[in-house]
């Protein structure tokens, strides 16, 4: 038999030998004879198959069997129970739709191709090619009311739409009840691949993914709605999800397949499968939603890995390892980053977002410093046994002395005495995790921690950034001039070099971490509305006619070991300023409302006459060797035009030349110091009162208008009485 249609109202059940059409069959004419002798033709023409009660079970054994639309409509099956249609030597062609009330099974040795829709209304799907390919057109649908989609081929699989959400989704489609969805499973022995172009291939609660080739293209990733996903590709893994999706720990999916018999069942199972993997190269995005992984979600791809959420302040959740054997790792989001697991990668870079900032931690400082305060306010404040507070005569200030004595105790001992690079360095070791941002995203704000040397306006040293099509590209970082938020570049290992301006409106951190790592600043660096952080493990140099400038917020320039200005180089800050180095610090060109500069272990020079060295309110200087003198020895006095000042040092001695009227006096200078996810951090030296060269060198200081000594000191005061 070639060609069949079938009409039943109480179940069908065809096994044919050969290759089987179901389709429209041709009108039969047979001469019917009556009862008075008469004759007349009758015609049975008919097509399809349907069942109106019971199940259908079609087979064929040697043969392909091929479902054809009738002339009437593009109906080729209708079912009202469970189906079966089984080629069992062949394969079979899905020409037009099939539907069922039951379990859909459709079995073939072959290839499966469908052009039409597969549906069952209450049930799931089970669509089998034991050793060759299924081939879904772009415009063929395969759906279920909630119920479990499973596709297995020997070879490819490509698919049109396979959608297991509830009837009442589709027909007011939403995300509330997406739990309760069918799950969908797809195998394949070579790759899967979409043929919908830019549509969602699958749409389900939970998708398992397993292909021996690759999974999606570079060109066209696998489109997918799901809430849970698990995936493993011998080759590529490109995937594009709608929405927010969980990467976790997959139980085994299964579906029921139809006997022979039309009614018993037999229990297909697909593994459990973790998180992703691939074998080459991994990609999965977001449209609009965040992305999440789990404990048992974890995500290993051997070349280059993305993962990226997009939208709307869509977030990254990382509560897996992620790794990457060979390639570079990029990870990106536009909402917050919360890190609570490995990324690594062997054979690259890793470029990430930062993470969010720890509120726990913020509030647990906040404690602590309430809790200092509230000592300091129990020690200075001394109780009688009444509960009133007792001030005995202090003719001589004494006690106020002690007082002030120990607040700037306090105060050494809240900030430390170590340099800021070393609390800078420490605070931003603490954030080693820290993921870095696509330029593109958070609002304008520009993120970046790269591994090797690196050049601000130099193409040929950029970053390495996995882009969609999973290529590691270069990020030229050119384009940092005009940044509608913060800036944060970040060389971890290795040499920071500013060839073109970089401009912001928010914070500036531009950092070279590594003990032998430089900061070097060829162009202006400035910000509207924001501070700025220069810092470099080594040295920082400022070259000619370059610097920092920034119209209301401080400025801080931090070395490990030399910090050097050119003569024309400058620094100018609508708050505060500091210049901070374990080396000697050649100074020029500072204004700020208040300036702060230290030597922990070397001089600090005047770097020429292009500039007053110093314009400011008030000025703290503070190093181990000398202060004031050119860089190449000649003798010169560091040129200042101050309000106040007050300098110390330990071993050399103390030259400044003042325009106008000079007081010395207390001075300490409060900066902000830009952290590594764009905030800042309060940061005080302790104050410095008078000049002070420690071990007798020469104290100079001239001024072509008054200068006033600081206030006289008191005698010594007796021993505090002891309280009785």
Request: hydrophobic content about 40%; overall charge neutral.
């Amino acid at each position: 038999m070639e060609r069949l249609s079938a009409v039943s109202a109480t179940g069908f059940y065809l096994q044919d030998q050969s290759a089987l059409t179901v389709g429209a069959t041709d009108a039969i004419g047979v001469e019917r004879v009556h009862a008075t002798g008469t004759t007349a033709t009758t015609d049975d023409a008919q097509e399809d198959l349907v069942v109106t009660g019971g199940a259908a079970v079609l087979r064929t054994l040697t043969g392909d069997l091929t479902l054809a639309a009738g002339t009437a409509a593009s109906r080729a099956v209708d079912v009202a129970g469970a189906l079966r249609l089984e080629a069992v030597a062949g394969g079979i062609a899905l020409q037009a739709s099939v539907t069922a009330a039951g379990h859909v099974s459709v079995l073939a040795a072959t290839a499966i191709t469908q052009d039409a829709l597969l549906e069952t209304t209450s049930g799931n799907v089970d669509v089998a090619a034991t050793s060759g390919a299924i081939t879904m057109a772009a415009n063929a649908v395969t759906r279920t009311d909630a119920g479990s989609i499973r596709y297995a081929a020997g070879g490819d699989v490509t698919l049109g739409t396979l959608d297991a959400r509830s009837e009442t989704a589709r027909d007011v489609p939403s995300l509330s009840g997406q739990s309760g969805w069918g799950n969908v499973s797809i195998v394949a022995g070579g790759s899967i691949a979409t043929g919908a172009g830019a549509g969602t291939d699958v749409l389900a609660a939970t998708l398992r993914l397993q292909a021996a080739g690759s999974i999606g293209s570079a060109l066209d990733a696998l489109g997918t709605e799901a809430a849970v996903l698990g995936a493993s590709a011998g080759g590529d893994l490109f995937l594009l999800e709608a929405t927010a999706v969980q990467l976790a720990g997959l139980a085994s999916l299964s579906v029921q397949r139809i006997g022979t018999d039309g009614t018993t069942t037999t229990t297909v199972n697909d593994a459990a499968r973790n998180g992703l993997t691939s074998g080459g190269k991994l990609v999965l995005r977001t449209t609009a939603g965040a992305i999440t992984s789990v404990a048992a979600g974890t995500v290993t791809a051997t070349g280059n890995l993305l993962l990226a959420a997009g939208g709307t302040a869509a977030g990254l959740t990382l509560g897996a390892d992620v790794t990457s054997t060979t390639g570079h790792l990029s990870l990106s989001a536009t909402g917050n980053v919360a890190q609570n697991a490995s990324v690594t990668t062997s054979g690259g870079s890793i470029d990430r977002p930062p993470a969010a900032p720890d509120d726990g931690a913020r509030h647990r400082a906040h404690q602590r410093r309430r809790r200092h305060r509230g000592e300091r306010h129990r020690r200075l404040h001394h109780r009688n046994a009444g509960g009133r507070r007792r001030r005995p005569l202090d003719p001589r200030g004494c006690a106020g002395r002690r007082r002030r004595e120990r607040r700037h105790g306090d105060r050494h001992h809240r900030h430390g005495a170590a340099p800021a690079a070393v609390r800078q360095r420490g605070h931003l070791g603490q954030r080693d995790r820290d993921l870095d941002h696509d330029p593109r995203a958070m609002g304008g704000n520009v993120f970046l921690s790269e591994t090797s040397d690196l050049a601000i306006g130099s193409a040929a040293q950029a970053a390495m950034r996995v882009d969609a099509t999973g290529t590691a590209v270069s990020d030229n970082l050119a384009s940092l001039a005009g940044v509608n938020g913060a800036i944060v570049v970040i060389r971890n290992s290795g040499n920071l070099t500013v060839n073109e301006a970089v401009t912001a409106t928010g914070n500036v951190l531009l950092q070279a971490q590594g003990a032998a790592a430089d900061l070097l600043v060829g162009a202006a660096v400035s910000t509207s509305g924001g501070s700025i952080s220069l810092a470099a493990g080594d040295d920082v140099s400022l070259t000619a006619t370059t610097g920092a400038a920034t119209a209301s917020g401080n400025i801080t320039l931090t070395a490990g070991d030399v910090l050097a200005m050119a003569a024309d180089a400058f620094a100018t800050a609508g708050g505060n300023l500091r210049l901070q180095a374990a080396g000697d610090v050649t100074a020029t060109g500072l204004t700020a409302t208040r300036v702060d500069i230290v030597s922990t272990s070397g001089a600090i020079l005047d770097a020429g006459n292009v500039h007053v060295d110093v314009t400011a309110s008030a000025l703290r200087l503070q190093a181990r060797g000398d202060i004031g003198g050119f860089a190449d020895g000649a003798a010169s006095a560091l040129d200042i035009a101050v309000g106040t000042t007050a300098a110390d040092s330990a071993q050399g001695a103390i030259q400044l030349a003042a325009t106008g009227s000079v007081t010395v006096g207390s001075v300490d200078v409060p900066v902000t110091v830009v952290n590594a996810d764009g905030t800042t951090t309060a940061s005080t030296n302790a104050a410095l009162n008078r000049l002070r060269a420690q071990a007798g060198g020469t104290i100079d200081l001239r001024a072509t208008g008054a200068v006033t000594p600081p206030n006289r000191r008191a005698p010594p005061c007796p021993p505090a009485a002891r309280s009785t």
